[in-house]
């Protein structure tokens, strides 16, 4: 067969059997589930009066429903609270391992995946998430399937797939100061598109990829969906190996002696064929904020806003101009003038320890500014809130007058009560930012963690570069 | 899941590019922990002029007039003729259950995300991807013409016109294992368990090679 990308060598090492129409049966090693997309899975097998095929392969915790705040009131919702309750049920009655809300251990499924060493190199892994793509990051086929797949990974241990294409999207250069892989993974889908990756397997490499810590990895590979592609992966080094030590769900002793050797030909080989390659230059990579109802409607933070008039593609120029109008926001406008109302810190794209930090960081003596209704700053686990509180950076949010709340996904996509209203903007660390995500008729702007922390100091977009200390 | 063959139907035109799935089934409807009842908040945003919220009562919210599934001329349609990269974003199987449950059974469109793609057929949706043009020219005919019926024919792998003054007729590709499901109303899980023993033997041969995932 010759030289083989990361891609190909995950794939093969999973394959059950072929079938004659060019289809697969591969082996999923692991499970993520949670309280949204489960219940109809479990009541399928209910239905069919299937058992879990390896229930050491399945973890679950409830994250989209859950309240940021108050949570020994319990969950207020009626309709959100049966979700949740029956997660519970569905996992004791199937005896897979939850943690529940009330577990320190509890957060966002792919932020408390690799912080438990679940998530390892070399493995399958999917969740009924799309952004399940998180977890490329360790050298792992990872993607987001649906309750129907959901199902018949719990009664199988496989899925039925059909192999994607290789692209490689090469990052060459070292990054300027204050550049994050979520300023990285904005201008590759704003160069590519949000379609560019429909139907491939995206491996980031280069010398940009590889100068980013794990959570870094985490964000760039959490968001390789928003460039369509399901899966998004970065080939195992000393970094990833690093990270997995001594994580509860890691192998241990002799056995990750032998798991090590086997990690490290998780890498494509030197001559190994990627049907679409794309590169970009590190060093041209600015602060990024979206400015439209798409991730790749992105600009850098010295722009203005773009202009549809200039569009040559009608069916373009006009979506661009349903994008505008639908943001309330004018052509030529620069983007450092535009006003945010709130401020949102976290989401499986940026929600780690070193986010905090970065967020922390600008925040530290300053003040949220007087226009900003709220600055919700929502940790992805229960055990990062801790860390971050050991650190002290919990006072210095609330010093600043930013919110510190518990664990969970938040105003993401808005499924619990943290949600924007009609007409408020908001500069946030999440990952879409489509009509309607973070609220009916809310408008939202994707950007870093130290780009969001220093929107809510100045009350509106400015190059985080200006504050906090590089 | 029941069997898809061939249907007529009248096709409706959402001319969007990148519709996702919040658009075609908001975050609060997706609490539910059932399969059905979700045709009625299928793309509520931009169905109703007021927010919708789970368990009220759809009959009587104030409807959007300009949006293309409140036009009385596309009432009982089963065709969705869309553009590119229809179904965008979240993985949720809600997606396919809302448009299933509100009475589609093909969507037409040069391309879709991966992940809805897929979900459409587990739940006896078929999604059909044809050449740019030929979806330009499917949506000038449903446009022009009032009524403009397709006819589906999964087992042809044929759409052709139903109305007799206008000639419409391609062929579409479609995978020979997705086709067969469909047409068949297949089980795929009970189809993956009859190589239960292949599953086996892999798993005995990857416990020597990665102990630490067993």
New interface residues.
């Given amino acids: 067969m010759g030289a083989k990308t990361l891609y190909d060598k995950l794939w093969e090492s999973h394959i059950v059997r072929e079938n004659d129409d060019g289809t697969s049966l591969l082996y999923i090693d692991r499970q993520l589930i949670h309280e949204v997309t489960s219940p109809q899975a479990f009541e399928g097998l209910r239905m069919a009066n299937r058992k879990p095929w390896k229930l050491s392969a399945n973890l679950a915790t409830p994250d989209h429903n859950v309240p940021t705040s108050h949570r020994e009131q319990g969950i207020v919702d009626p309709i959100a609270k049966l979700q949740v309750d029956t997660l519970d049920q569905n996992c004791d009655l199937f005896n897979i391992t939850e943690f529940k809300m009330d577990d320190i251990r509890q957060g966002i499924v792919h932020v408390i995946s690799p912080e438990q060493g679940a998530t390892l190199p070399g493995m399958t892994l999917v969740c009924g998430d799309s952004h399940t793509s998180t977890h490329g990051a360790f050298g792992t086929l990872a993607f987001g399937i649906g309750t129907s797949e959901v199902e018949h990974v719990l009664a199988t241990q496989c899925l039925i797939q059909k192999k994607s294409k290789n692209m490689l999207v090469q990052v060459d250069g070292q990054l300027n100061p204050g550049i994050t892989a979520k300023d990285v993974i904005l201008a590759i889908i704003g160069k590519i598109g949000t379609a560019g990756g429909t139907g491939y397997a995206i491996e980031f490499a280069g010398e940009a990829i590889r100068s980013f810590s794990m959570e870094g990895r985490m964000t760039l590979s959490n968001m390789a969906i928003e460039a369509g592609a399901r899966a998004g992966m970065i080939a195992v080094d000393d970094t990833t190996i690093k990270y997995v030590k001594n994580r509860p769900y890691a192998p241990q002793a002799e056995v990750w002696d032998k798991a090590v050797i086997y990690w490290q030909g998780f890498h494509s080989d030197t001559d190994a064929h990627f049907d679409k390659v794309v590169s970009l230059d590190a060093t041209e990579i600015k602060h990024q904020v979206t400015w439209g109802t798409s991730p790749e409607m992105t600009m850098a933070i010295d722009e203005t806003i773009p202009d549809p008039a200039k569009e040559a593609d009608l069916v373009k120029s006009s979506g661009m101009q349903a994008a505008l109008d639908y943001m309330g926001l004018t052509a030529g406008t620069p983007i450092n003038e535009v006003a945010v109302d709130v401020v949102f810190i976290g989401s499986c794209t940026n929600s780690r320890i070193e986010d905090m930090r970065a967020a922390a960081n600008i925040a530290k003596g300053n003040k949220v500014a007087s226009n900003i209704k709220q600055a919700l700053v929502v940790p992805g686990s229960g055990l990062i809130k801790q860390q971050a509180e050991q650190e002290g950076l919990d006072q210095i949010f609330i010093d600043a007058g930013f919110e510190w709340r518990d664990p969970g996904c938040s105003m993401c996509l808005a499924m619990n009560a943290d949600r924007l209203e009609s007409g408020e903007r908001c500069a946030s660390t999440s990952n879409r930012n489509f009509e309607g995500r973070q609220g009916q008729g809310g408008r939202t702007h994707l950007v870093s963690p130290a780009m969001a922390a220093a929107a809510a100091i100045k009350g509106h977009f400015v190059n985080s570069n200006e504050l906090g200390s590089q | 899941m029941e069997k898809f063959t061939k249907i007529t139907a009248i096709a409706m035109p959402l001319d ?3 519709v ?1 799935t ?2 075609i089934i ?3 409807f ?6 059905s009842g979700f045709g009625p908040n299928l793309f509520d ?1 931009w169905r109703y002029l007021d ?1 919708g919220e ?2 009220m009562d759809n009959t009587n919210r104030p409807l959007n007039q300009n949006f293309i599934l409140n036009k009385s001329r596309y009432q009982g349609s089963q065709i969705l003729l869309a ?3 229809f179904g ?6 809600h997606a ?1 259950w809302a448009l299933e449950d509100y009475g589609f059974r093909v969507i037409i469109a040069p ?1 879709f ?3 809805f793609y ?2 459409c057929f ?2 006896g949706l078929l999604p059909i991807i044809l050449a740019e043009e030929i979806v330009d020219q499917l949506f000038n005919l449903t446009v022009a013409n009032e009524g403009f019926q397709l006819s589906v024919d999964l087992a042809e792998q044929k759409i052709t016109s139903a109305m007799e003054s206008i000639t419409f007729s391609t062929d579409f590709e479609l ?3 997705r086709r067969h499901c469909l047409l068949e109303g297949l ?3 009970g ?3 009859e ?2 023993d ?2 086996r033997a ?2 005995s041969i ?1 416990k020597e ?6």
């Avoid at chain 2, 997706?30 to 399969?35: A, N, Q, R, T, V």
């Avoid at chain 2, 965008?88 to 199987?93: A, L, M």
């Avoid at chain 2, 090679?209 to 067993?214: A, D, E, M, N, V």
């Fill in positions: 969007r590019v990148n996702d919040d658009a908001p975050k609060q997706l609490k539910s922990i059932h399969k945003e927010q789970p368990g553009r590119d990269n965008c974003g979240s993985s949720r199987e396919p391309s995300a991966d992940i897929n979900n587990k739940n995978d020979q294992f089980d795929e899980i189809l993956t368990l190589h239960a292949d599953i892999y798993e990857q090679i990665t102990p630490w995932l067993f």
